[in-house]
């Protein structure tokens, strides 16, 4: 990927290039990822080593500012959107396991930071260039298959999140991925139906955000899966949390954790 | 927002899985759906560009027909209007077509006041009219009720009847054909009108409609001021394009074009037409910010795919309008005090995704959202943002969050106050806060 226009003065704190042909990912870990959910991490690093890449977690980074876009609070949104594109200064390539953080990354940031030209336009460098772990391994690498990694379970089904599939219009990547998989996906009914996570949402309205988890955790485990594997951190958060509660037996698992191998499933 | 229970909970999710397997079957194909979308937005965009234009039109040609037309500024105008023509014609029962707008304007309690017996015909109004109750859905007003409520409900009212579909449908149809050949006045809603013509759509699968516009000898007509599209073939196009997105069907059992009263030569049909067109708030609403919403149909189609409306339900939302565009129109045309239906979704995109005519419902709760609220709203995020954006204080916030939460999660769930923390944790387990981040700040390299 050669350099976008303006972009060379900016490699100030870009690790040296890998040897392979593509930059080295900056991984961005989100901040539930970050506080909550360390494997998630792990995983989203050990899938990318798998593909010979060496991804970089970019220390000074922070949110995205999703939750407080979503709650209405432009001001506070706009303060971390500043700091993001700040953390990710010069980053040729940022891949994430979460669908929403990367629709909001590349739909909502640059418009946010339109009060300071300079800022928005690097945001909309960066946003062109923030990928989806599995649309980054499908789309951008051309991986259609995913040798030697072993299945989530013998079943296992898949929640299409609506940050992935509606936001980021992605109808394929982690399909085809979790198919190359030995187990059986099976398909989830009412599979686009959210599960009720919503981010400031499950906080105002926690009743009808439980319902609608409870939903979501019914047709997974109507399917027969052992497993349940989402796509989004938000979603994986909000569904663990609540099967917890529930005492389910079912498990939840994060795509990263479902597309990686030894270590990095942890 | 409360939550449907029981019995009324399955019968809103049998009902809205019903309309979503039938727009999934008969109205699915993204292309097709989005070279309809294309064509009604620009009609409709066209007559939103210039609406002073396309009514003085519509106005013309209603009026050249033999028709009267009349404009209502607020509801309480227009029940001014409607009561008038129907005192002048000397009603002491009107029959009525299911109207949003009706309901919008709260019509009937004003006929009644006056001492006029207005009679709901579809099916649906006619048992929620019954019941006392507000429709529960816009296409299925009682969809609600079990047929042994509307049994019983029947029997009160009328004579003993078995709780059979049949059944009650033919005694029913017993008493609405009474009235509708008894009645002085039929009043309908519009679902579109063509200004270059002056022809109104009435679309229905009853036919009550029909009955209403044509029975009895004055028929009064009641449009939003956004339902009106340029011209005759745009009128074909509302028509196809509001059963498609509804329930999959490209027509509804019965569609009436109407343009003015029956000729003179025309031995039945209503010898008055009055058409009243409502603002209420519409030409407000079309120069602010969320002037989209006047695109919408009325087809229902983001209240059946919307995960909060078929959990919750339509009376929940508050007043006539509900779901996704009552959640968008209701504080528009209802006041601030409806601003918090904006929290009510989770902006999943799907309403967007099955709008017939794409409007952006996800992108007006959001801008919604943002409106100016108290210090409440400021201070409280901004210190959020603080913690989020500086990775110092991030971690300092995560190395106390973790004794919290651990602290949090063994306190009995009763002993929090009620309240949405409460009615969190009643669903979920908190997550364990790790010691360590997944950031390290020696960068790079996880250890």
Same mark, same amino acid.
């Given at each position: ?20 042909? &593509? =930059? ?17 991490? $792990? ?67 640059? *418009?946010?930071?339109? =009060? ?33 990694? +072993?299945?989530?379970?013998?079943? #296992? ?8 599939? !509606?936001?980021?219009?992605? %109808? ?29 949402? @499950? ?39 609540? @099967?917890?509660? !529930?005492? *389910? ?18 | ?13 049998? #009902? ?24 009604? $937005? ?18 013309? !040609? ?21 009561? %008038?023509?129907?005192?002048?014609? /000397? ?62 409900? #029947? ?22 054909? !009474? ?16 200004? %270059? ?19 009895? +000898? ?31 069907? +490209? ?11 029956? /000729? ?25 910010? &969320? ?17 909060? &409306? ?70 409280? +995020? ?11 204080? #991030? ?17 009995? $769930?009763?002993?929090?106050?009620? /309240? ?28």
């Amino acid at each position: 990927m050669p350099p976008l226009p303006g972009e060379g003065e900016e490699k100030v704190k870009m690790p040296p290039p890998a040897s392979n042909r &593509y =930059p080295r990912p900056a991984v961005f870990a989100t901040c539930l990822v970050d506080a909550l959910l360390p494997a998630v991490g $792990r995983a989203t690093l050990a899938v990318l080593r798998a593909r010979g890449l060496e991804p970089w977690l970019p220390p000074r980074q922070v949110c995205c500012g999703q939750a407080l876009y979503k709650a209405g609070h432009l001001p506070a949104a706009r303060r971390v959107a500043r700091a993001w594109v700040e953390a990710f200064r010069g980053a040729e390539l940022i891949v994430s396991p979460s669908g929403s953080c990367v629709a909001h990354v590349r739909h909502a940031l640059p *418009e946010l930071l339109s =009060p300071w030209p300079e800022l928005a336009r690097r945001a909309r460098l960066l946003a062109a260039r923030t990928w989806e772990l599995s649309q980054f391994l499908h789309r951008l690498l051309g991986v259609e298959g995913l040798e030697g990694v +072993p299945a989530p379970a013998e079943r #296992f089904t898949y929640h299409p999140s609506c940050g992935l599939h !509606r936001a980021l219009g992605e %109808d394929e990547a982690p399909y085809r991925l979790l198919d190359s998989l030995p187990g059986r996906r099976l398909e989830l009914p009412r599979a686009e139906q959210c599960c009720g996570f919503g981010g400031p949402f @499950a906080v105002t309205h926690p009743e009808v955000s439980a319902r609608l988890l409870g939903d979501k955790l019914a047709a997974a485990r109507s399917t027969g899966a052992e497993v349940l594997v989402v796509g989004d951190v938000g979603c994986f958060l909000h569904l663990s949390c609540g @099967a917890a509660r !529930r005492g *389910e037996t079912m498990r939840i698992v994060h795509l990263a954790q479902a597309l990686a191998r030894g270590e990095g499933r942890g | 927002m409360p939550i449907e229970a029981g019995r009324r909970a399955r019968a809103l999710a049998e #009902f809205t899985a019903r309309l979503r397997a039938l727009r999934a079957k008969g109205f699915s194909d993204p292309r097709e759906v989005e070279a309809f979308r294309r064509r009604a $937005r620009a009609a409709k965009l066209e007559y939103l560009s210039r609406p002073g234009y396309w009514l003085g039109r519509l106005a013309e !040609r209603v009026e050249a027909a033999g028709g009267r037309v009349h404009f209502a500024d607020d509801a309480g105008e227009a029940n001014r209007i409607v009561l %008038d023509i129907c005192r002048r014609a /000397g009603a002491g029962q009107v029959v009525k077509g299911k109207s949003m707008t009706c309901e919008e304007m709260e019509l009937n309690p004003v006929l009644e006041a006056a001492g006029i017996q207005v009679s709901e015909t579809d099916l649906g109004e006619f048992i929620v009219q019954l019941a006392g109750e507000p429709p529960f859905h816009i296409l299925g007003p009682a969809m609600h009720k079990t047929r042994q409520e509307i049994a019983e409900l #029947f029997s009160r009212h009328f004579e003993p009847v078995d709780p059979e579909p049949a059944a009650l449908t033919r005694l029913a149809r017993k008493v609405l054909r !009474r009235r509708f050949l008894s009645a002085r006045v039929g009043i309908t809603g519009v679902n579109a009108a063509a200004c %270059d013509t002056g022809t109104i759509a009435v679309i229905t699968n009853e036919g009550n409609g029909r009955f209403c516009s044509t029975l009895p +000898p004055v028929h009064i007509a009641v449009m939003g001021l956004e339902k009106a599209v340029p011209t005759l073939s745009d009128l074909a196009l509302i028509s196809t394009l509001l059963p498609r997105a509804s329930l999959g069907w +490209p027509l509804s059992a019965y569609v009436s074009w109407i343009s003015g009263p029956a /000729g003179r030569s025309a031995g039945a049909g209503p010898r008055e037409f009055h058409l009243v067109i409502l603002d209420n708030g519409r030409s407000r609403i079309l120069e602010g910010p &969320y002037w989209e919403i006047l695109l919408c149909l009325r087809c229902a189609s983001c209240l059946n795919h919307c995960p909060v &409306y078929t959990t919750c339900g339509g009376p929940n939302y508050g007043w006539v309008y509900s779901g996704p565009m009552g959640a968008v129109l209701t504080p528009l045309l209802r006041g601030r005090e409806h601003d918090h239906l904006a929290h009510a979704s989770t902006l999943c995109g799907r309403c967007r995704q099955m709008c017939p005519m794409g409007i952006d419902l996800p992108g007006m709760l959001l801008r919604r959202r943002q409106e100016p609220g108290g210090a409440f709203k400021y201070l409280l +995020p901004r210190l959020g943002a603080e913690i989020l954006s500086r990775r110092g204080l #991030f971690e300092t916030a995560c190395r106390l969050a973790r004794p919290a939460a651990a602290a949090l999660e063994r306190l009995p $769930r009763e002993a929090l106050p009620p /309240g949405p923390w409460r009615a969190w944790r009643m669903g979920r387990r908190l997550p364990r806060v790790p010691r360590e981040r997944a950031v390290k700040p020696e960068g790079g390299e996880e250890s």
